[in-house]
């Protein structure tokens, strides 16, 4: 199909304004009543922001690709002469392949245009976004229902994409102008928790971003360069073009202001730089225990290191739980929820147990009877196996995580392997959604506190990874280090650890680093690491309070 311009017969279009404004109003309504909150699955559609210039060639195939034979909509309101830029997008989409492109008469009244803009919103598949002043396109929708419209496309699946200032008005907190003194205003909040800024390189646009951000705490800012895209979709940030993208993040009480580049070609994870954000808004240092000492007032904990489950770590979880009687909830969401299964792990299989519960709900849903009602009778809850950064998402800031604590305050038990171990402690290592190599991944940095006062690593000594605490414990000395072998669990009751399995759990704190001479660096080879660790073999126990007793 060739363009259009999107005009209707005159007693239709009365209709249909009415029409349309009506659902414009309930999309501004539903928006204004409900809080927004973090969504640790990213947004459901696609966004593509484009610092201006070229059009990187990665971002047009996938503008083809989401296509998919319905319309794409051109908005050409950022442009000084409106019905210029949108023939200008027309000839470039067409050029690029991209046909049925349509737009609304940027010259109708308003009521007419919001109302066509809104209907062809819903039956389009790709919105662009053309570039000129963002200040003149948030103005010309204001109070439309456009922003609300392009939101449920996003929530249907749509993509949305945009150039220069098109790439500007997707972030709430918009960055309208000005260089010394940028003046900020509202945009469409389509990528929340982000101030996006464009030209970024090329205009030496560093300083004004960082001024706007440092004043709006709890989002990131988002610098991209001419000839460059960032494509989000899902919780996936990825940067392709000629250039790249700078990520701020601003100064709290506890980190100083940083920025990052991310090569084309590079991604980043869009949960972990909204929770490194409103971490920083909260000024709680996640590295400063906040629970107390490394002790249990009630209940027990088994803290796995992760590969087989020796019998007598078994026998030792369920008795805890209460044996023949015991009621246990297994959680198996450290995994991704298309991978979850609800079947019972074998080695509760075997065991002489009257009632398991596998939980498969995350976030909102651990609010429903029948998940709560699992937890509150529990005796036992066992962590399963995983990446550790699944728990955070599917239970931190619900009421699962009080309840979990509740458990041990009825003198029941907690348990876990390998991710389920890590999440026991305070502090959570290796909690990176992009790879589990970073010990201390902003976002990701505070496990559930079942065991306060604690950064617990798994799989250590048969992965070589007594190098890896170090630093966590160097950069905050007032955390216990535990690293816990293969087929080895630590039993904790009160501030005794016991030691029980096929290998043997590894200790350290700051006054183990006492050891080292000053200015020197951590050791980084696996046999002096391991000197400084207290170690205790399978069979024995220790007293928690006794390795930190000296710390500052």
């Given at each position: 199909?060739?363009?259009?311009?999107?005009?209707?017969?005159?007693?239709?279009?009365?209709?249909?304004?009415?029409?349309?404004?009506?659902?414009?109003?309930?999309?501004?309504?539903?928006?204004?009543?409900?809080?927004?909150?973090?969504?640790?699955?990213?947004?459901?559609?696609?966004?593509?922001?484009?610092?201006?210039?070229?059009?990187?060639?990665?971002?047009?195939?996938?503008?083809?690709?989401?296509?998919?034979?319905?319309?794409?909509?051109?908005?050409?309101?950022?442009?000084?002469?409106?019905?210029?830029?949108?023939?200008?997008?027309?000839?470039?989409?067409?050029?690029?392949?991209?046909?049925?492109?349509?737009?609304?008469?940027?010259?109708?009244?308003?009521?007419?245009?919001?109302?066509?803009?809104?209907?062809?919103?819903?039956?389009a598949s790709v919105v662009w976004?053309?570039?000129?002043?963002?200040?003149?396109?948030?103005?010309?929708?204001?109070?439309?229902?456009?922003?609300?419209?392009?939101?449920?496309?996003?929530?249907?699946?749509?993509?949305?994409?945009?150039?220069?200032?098109?790439?500007?008005?997707?972030?709430?907190?918009?960055?309208?102008?000005?260089k010394e003194q940028p003046e900020?205003?509202?945009?469409?909040?389509?990528?929340?928790?982000?101030?996006?800024?464009?030209?970024?390189?090329?205009?030496?646009?560093?300083n004004r971003s960082r001024i706007?951000?440092?004043?709006?705490?709890?989002?990131?800012?988002?610098?991209?360069?001419?000839?460059?895209?960032?494509?989000?979709?899902?919780?996936?940030?990825?940067?392709?073009?000629?250039?790249?993208?700078?990520?701020?993040?601003?100064?709290?009480?506890?980190?100083?202001?940083?920025?990052?580049?991310?090569?084309?070609?590079?991604?980043?994870?869009?949960?972990?730089?909204?929770?490194?954000?409103?971490?920083?808004?909260?000024?709680?240092?996640?590295?400063?225990?906040?629970?107390?000492?490394?002790?249990?007032?009630?209940?027990?904990?088994?803290?796995?290191?992760?590969?087989?489950?020796?019998?007598?770590?078994?026998?030792?979880?369920?008795?805890?739980?209460?044996?023949?009687?015991?009621?246990?909830?297994?959680?198996?969401?450290?995994?991704?929820?298309?991978?979850?299964?609800?079947?019972?792990?074998?080695?509760?299989?075997?065991?002489?147990?009257?009632?398991?519960?596998?939980?498969?709900?995350?976030?909102?849903?651990?609010?429903?009877?029948?998940?709560?009602?699992?937890?509150?009778?529990?005796?036992?809850?066992?962590?399963?196996?995983?990446?550790?950064?699944?728990?955070?998402?599917?239970?931190?800031?619900?009421?699962?995580?009080?309840?979990?604590?509740?458990?041990?305050?009825?003198?029941?038990?907690?348990?876990?392997?390998?991710?389920?171990?890590?999440?026991?402690?305070?502090?959570?290592?290796?909690?990176?959604?992009?790879?589990?190599?970073?010990?201390?991944?902003?976002?990701?940095?505070?496990?559930?506190?079942?065991?306060?006062?604690?950064?617990?690593?798994?799989?250590?000594?048969?992965?070589?990874?007594?190098?890896?605490?170090?630093?966590?414990?160097?950069?905050?000395?007032?955390?216990?280090?535990?690293?816990?072998?293969?087929?080895?669990?630590?039993?904790?009751?009160?501030?005794?650890?016991?030691?029980?399995?096929?290998?043997?759990?590894?200790?350290?704190?700051?006054?183990?680093?006492?050891?080292?001479?000053?200015?020197?660096?951590?050791?980084?080879?696996?046999?002096?690491?391991?000197?400084?660790?207290?170690?205790?073999?399978?069979?024995?126990?220790?007293?928690?309070?006794?390795?930190?007793?000296?710390?500052?």
């Amino acid at each position: 199909m060739v363009n259009q311009i999107l005009m209707f017969d005159p007693a239709i279009r009365t209709l249909l304004i009415v029409f349309i404004t009506a659902i414009g109003s309930t999309y501004s309504a539903a928006h204004a009543q409900a809080e927004r909150t973090l969504d640790a699955d990213g947004i459901p559609g696609t966004l593509i922001l484009v610092g201006g210039g070229e059009v990187p060639e990665d971002a047009t195939e996938l503008l083809k690709k989401n296509l998919a034979g319905a319309s794409i909509l051109i908005l050409a309101d950022a442009s000084s002469e409106p019905h210029e830029a949108a023939e200008s997008a027309r000839q470039w989409l067409s050029g690029h392949g991209l046909s049925n492109v349509v737009s609304v008469d940027p010259g109708l009244p308003a009521p007419e245009k919001f109302a066509l803009t809104i209907k062809a919103i819903e039956r389009a598949s790709v919105v662009w976004i053309c570039g000129g002043q963002q200040s003149r396109l948030a103005k010309a929708y204001a109070g439309s229902g456009v922003e609300s419209a392009l939101r449920a496309m996003l929530q249907r699946g749509g993509t949305i994409a945009g150039t220069s200032a098109g790439a500007a008005i997707m972030s709430k907190m918009m960055i309208a102008s000005g260089k010394e003194q940028p003046e900020i205003s509202v945009g469409w909040d389509l990528l929340s928790g982000c101030i996006v800024d464009q030209h970024f390189s090329e205009r030496n646009r560093l300083n004004r971003s960082r001024i706007k951000f440092d004043q709006n705490p709890g989002c990131f800012g988002l610098g991209i360069d001419e000839s460059t895209a960032v494509i989000v979709s899902g919780r996936s940030l990825q940067v392709t073009g000629k250039g790249k993208a700078t990520v701020l993040l601003s100064k709290c009480n506890y980190r100083d202001a940083e920025s990052s580049e991310i090569a084309a070609g590079g991604v980043a994870d869009l949960t972990q730089l909204r929770r490194s954000a409103l971490q920083r808004k909260s000024g709680v240092n996640p590295g400063e225990p906040v629970h107390g000492p490394p002790e249990l007032k009630s209940g027990s904990l088994v803290i796995v290191g992760g590969g087989s489950m020796p019998k007598d770590v078994v026998d030792r979880f369920i008795e805890l739980a209460g044996g023949r009687d015991a009621r246990i909830v297994v959680l198996p969401t450290a995994v991704p929820r298309g991978d979850t299964t609800d079947e019972v792990p074998g080695f509760l299989k075997r065991a002489d147990v009257a009632n398991i519960t596998v939980l498969t709900q995350r976030y909102g849903e651990v609010e429903t009877d029948a998940f709560q009602s699992a937890v509150k009778s529990a005796t036992g809850v066992w962590f399963g196996g995983g990446r550790q950064w699944n728990f955070v998402d599917a239970y931190e800031g619900t009421t699962a995580v009080e309840a979990f604590h509740d458990v041990l305050r009825r003198g029941g038990v907690i348990g876990g392997s390998s991710a389920g171990a890590t999440i026991q402690g305070e502090f959570l290592v290796r909690g990176h959604p992009l790879g589990n190599t970073v010990m201390m991944a902003e976002g990701y940095e505070r496990g559930f506190a079942f065991l306060p006062g604690v950064a617990i690593d798994q799989h250590f000594a048969q992965r070589g990874r007594q190098p890896d605490l170090l630093p966590v414990v160097k950069g905050h000395p007032k955390l216990l280090g535990i690293g816990i072998d293969e087929g080895t669990a630590v039993v904790v009751t009160g501030s005794k650890a016991e030691v029980i399995g096929q290998h043997s759990a590894h200790f350290v704190s700051a006054q183990h680093l006492k050891s080292l001479p000053p200015e020197t660096s951590l050791p980084m080879d696996v046999s002096s690491a391991a000197a400084l660790y207290t170690t205790v073999n399978t069979g024995d126990s220790i007293e928690l309070q006794t390795l930190i007793e000296d710390q500052p």
